[in-house]
């Protein structure tokens, strides 16, 4: 059975950085996207950024390009989100999510994953 597991959240200040990790198994994913989302109290779960697990694509929500990077480690069977300049508006649960979506598909939609990890907390506070 395909599992994801997020690990890595915390709390940290305005301005910090800090790395979340989704572990992979039960599957090759060679077809797969891997997508992070979050969500914050009171809103919609919010589209962050997607890789390919075979080839080079990756894609960012535009409010998180140039802060985020997503990366993975095909011989940990792991992707990466990286969250430089953090702000309070970061705060909430991170998740990581995949299906066999092809690049095409849209990577933004929550509903085009077919597994998710229970997800990751990450507070941004003073």
């Known amino acids: 059975q395909v599992q994801l597991v997020e690990s890595g959240g915390g709390l940290v200040q305005p301005g910090a950085s800090l790395r979340v990790s989704c572990a992979l198994s039960g599957g090759t994913f060679r077809s797969y996207v891997i997508g992070w989302f979050r969500q914050a109290p009171g809103k919609e779960r919010e589209f962050v950024a997607a890789?390919?697990?075979?080839?080079?694509?990756?894609s960012y929500a535009d409010s998180m390009k140039g802060r985020f990077t997503i990366s993975k480690d095909k011989a940990m069977n792991t992707v990466f989100l990286q969250m430089n300049s953090l702000k309070s508006e970061d705060t909430g649960t991170y998740y990581c999510a995949g299906g066999a979506l092809g690049w095409a598909s849209d990577r933004a939609r929550p509903r085009n994953y077919n597994y998710w990890g229970r997800g990751t907390q990450v507070t941004v506070s003073s």
């Open positions: 890789i390919m697990w075979s080839g080079d694509s990756v």
